[in-house]
């Protein structure tokens, strides 16, 4: 299974066009085509959680809370984001947040 087609089933239950303006739900890091091993399911993503993934085997993080709301400058690691972000890409973990999208669905 991909992430696409597990973002997909996330996508028709809570439609990223749902999303309020400010919001950044989606894919954020990793791409649609990878294989899926194993996904872990957060409220947010931190260091600590991709570290939990990491642990688990887990390659797809889903959280509620986008780890990147608005655009990043620089990615230097000094900041969580920056730290959750490298240390996502560097594993090829995914990072998708389903957030206001999903607020919204009622």
């Avoid at 959280?63 to 730290?83: D, R, T």
Wanted: proline share 4%; net charge negative; with cysteine.
């Amino acid at each position: 299974m991909t992430i696409s087609t597990i973002t997909s089933f996330l996508e028709s239950v809570a439609p990223l066009h749902l999303q309020e303006s400010y919001d950044n739900a989606g894919l954020i890091t990793g791409h649609p085509d990878w294989e899926v091993q194993s996904v872990l399911v957060s409220l947010d993503t931190t260091p600590d959680i991709v570290d939990e993934a990491i642990a688990r085997k887990c390659n797809l993080i889903v959280a509620h809370h986008p780890i990147v709301f608005k655009g990043l400058k620089k990615i230097n690691g000094l900041n969580y984001v920056e730290k959750a972000v490298i240390k996502a890409i560097k594993n090829d973990i995914g990072i998708y947040a389903i957030h206001t999208n999903l607020d919204n669905i009622y």
